[in-house]
């Protein structure tokens, strides 16, 4: 069955920066987009960015202006989002999961990773 586990989160000062990680397995990792979405307490879960198969990348400006990075390393069954400038607002869990903004193949998610910005 698809599995999504994510690490790399945690307490972290405004300014500074994280990667996370999500490894998946239980589908063809090469065949889908993924992306990363974040949840905040009380507010509905977001996409945050989205990389294609062949690791076209694209952003939510809205939300992260430019300040994540997404890629991928396929050998790995891997997903990476590097965060910088990080604001007390990107306080979050993140998740990851195959897909799109309007393309959700898989109903199942991982169990995050927090990300606490705070001074």
């Known amino acids: 069955q698809v599995q999504l586990v994510e690490s790399g989160g945690g307490l972290v000062q405004p300014g500074g920066s994280l990667r996370l990680s999500c490894a998946a397995s239980g589908f063809t990792f090469t065949a889908y987009p993924m992306s990363w979405y974040r949840q905040a307490p009380g507010k509905e879960r977001e996409l945050v960015a989205t990389?294609?198969?062949?690791?076209?990348?694209?952003k939510d400006p809205d939300a992260v202006n430019g300040r994540f990075t997404i890629s991928r390393d396929n050998a790995k069954n891997t997903v990476y989002l590097q965060m910088t400038s990080l604001k007390p607002e990107d306080t979050a869990v993140y998740y990851c999961n195959a897909g799109t903004r309007t393309y959700h193949p898989f109903d199942s998610w991982g169990q995050g990773t927090q990300v606490t910005v705070s001074s």
């Open positions: 990389i294609t198969s062949t690791s076209g990348s694209t």
